[in-house]
């Protein structure tokens, strides 16, 4: 099926990768073009809600979503639920790599493992997979080392699913840039 999103008129792919800042606009633009798939949709959610001000932020992504969204929390098995929840063809959403990144490293599981674990789970899945996630090598060098590590592995994060993503789309200002 074909939607028409914000002037791009395309069909869902088995990969796309949509990248952005902060408040860019990319989980709306993600879930606009995933919302489309005649085999319904699963938002895989991988934020942990661990104060106030990031509970407010989940309320407000869950205020923004059709009904008809289902929503799976996997803050770190993002693999085990593409791979359950495209098993009948369905259109999956994990928002966001960099949230799964976070948690991953507060977890001290080795991103560059769990990155290639879900290339593999992608090859088994039976749908379309969408992923948002965050650019953060644009701004200065971090003056940690933590933040450095977190904002390396992010950048290879993104370009390993780039590499293997059928469509990569850059969003500033709500407005998509097609990168591939």
């Not at 290639?116 to 379309?128: D, S, V, Y």
């Amino acid at each position: 099926m074909a939607a028409k999103t914000a002037g791009i008129t395309q069909s869902l792919p088995p990969v796309t990768l949509v990248l952005g800042g902060t408040r860019s606009g990319k989980s709306s633009y993600a879930e606009r073009i995933t919302v489309v798939h005649p085999r319904g949709c699963v938002y895989v959610a991988t934020a942990e809600i661990g104060d106030d001000e990031m509970a407010e932020r989940v309320r407000k992504h869950q205020a923004r979503r059709e009904a008809h969204w289902r929503t799976i929390e996997a803050p770190l098995e993002i693999g085990a639920a593409i791979v359950a929840e495209t098993e009948q063809g369905a259109a999956v959403l994990v928002d966001c790599l960099t949230l799964w990144l976070s948690n991953l490293m507060a977890a001290e599981r080795d991103p560059a493992n769990e990155t290639e674990a879900l290339i593999r789970a992608l090859g088994q899945a039976g749908g379309p997979v969408v992923f948002v996630s965050n650019e953060v090598g644009l701004g200065i060098v971090p003056d940690n080392a933590l933040a450095r590590a977190f904002r390396d592995h992010a950048g290879r994060l993104n370009q390993r699913i780039a590499e293997i993503a059928n469509d990569v789309f850059f969003l500033a200002a709500g407005l998509p840039l097609r990168l591939k």
